[in-house]
């Protein structure tokens, strides 16, 4: 999976644990994702975030990175590879900083970063958003993922699962 084909009007890079800092400046800012996603973001938080892999993944298969404009940290995004099933990217978290939301910088970076795996040979992409926050619904159903019925329940209420299939992306050029 090459990150750097996510977009063509940002740099993007893996952030790395000397990031932490940099990263909890821009989710510490998000409270609405946090009253539904409780406790709220620490570097110690986000350390953990970036080793952490899901069940019979490698580290490889995982892409924690930032959209920057020069140094401008713009968005954040964890993603795994063929996760929970082969041709399948799983988003963990996507987070725009809160001084660029509202501009359609965050649909416009999904979109990118959809049709970018589409090319890369994925069929779907995943999520899931925690169940009553009302700002996550709405972003990703405008960006084109649906609801597939599952509810995962979690330490503090549950996730709902959505999905995008990506073959109409295949082709799209930004």
């Known amino acids: ?33 946090y009253r539904y996603h409780p406790p709220l973001v620490t570097v110690e938080s986000i350390l953990d975030d970036m080793k952490a892999l899901p069940p019979h993944k490698r580290f490889e298969e995982k892409h924690y990175i930032g959209f920057f404009r020069n140094t401008a940290l713009l968005a954040v995004m964890d993603l795994v590879e063929d996760y929970p099933r082969p041709k399948t990217a799983m988003i963990g978290f996507f987070a725009v900083n809160t001084a660029f939301q509202g501009q359609g ?14 090319r890369q040979g994925f069929e779907k992409a995943r999520l899931g958003i925690d169940k009553g926050n009302p700002q996550s619904r709405a972003f990703w159903t405008k960006n084109g993922f649906q609801w597939t019925g599952e509810e995962i329940p979690n330490d503090f209420s549950s996730y709902l699962m959505m999905e995008q299939e990506l073959q109409s992306l295949k082709q799209e050029t930004l």
């Open 105 to 118: 910088l965050g649909s416009a970076l999904i979109r990118e970063i959809l049709s970018a795996l589409a």
């Open 1 to 33: 999976m090459d990150i750097h084909d996510y977009s063509r009007h940002y740099t993007i890079r893996a952030l790395l644990p000397e990031d932490a800092a940099m990263v909890y400046e821009i989710l510490r800012q998000n409270a609405i994702f």
